[in-house]
């Protein structure tokens, strides 16, 4: 087993943060890759962020109303294999 840090993903147009406006999975839910992870919104649009992996969902940064930065860790995943050492 590994541990996989997922960062929040370039949304595009020069979209620098998101506000979190909903997590669609709790710390200890089994997650599978591309199902639902949260909400965001930008000034420009609210954008569903998927899962990039499949795994355990181990921490979540961020509660719903906070800023997370383009590139922040916002969640950990415990997957098979070996993870990304973070």
């Known amino acids: 087993m590994g541990l996989h840090s997922f960062r929040l993903p370039d949304i595009g147009e020069g979209v ?3 506000e ?3 997590w669609f999975v709790a710390v ?6 591309d ?3 949260l ?5 420009k649009a609210t954008v569903e962020i998927p899962s990039p992996v499949t795994g355990t ?12 930065p383009v590139g922040e860790v916002c969640a950990q995943f415990e ?4 993870g990304d050492g973070s």
Do not use: F, N, Y
């Open 39 to 43: 909400s965001v919104m930008t000034d």
């Open 57 to 68: 969902v181990t921490h979540l940064s961020g509660d719903v109303g906070d800023i997370l």
């Open 16 to 18: 620098v943060e998101g």
């Open 20 to 22: 979190v406006v909903e």
């Open 35 to 37: 199902q639902p992870l």
């Open 79 to 82: 997957i098979d294999g070996d």
């Open 28 to 33: 200890g839910d089994a997650i599978v890759e």
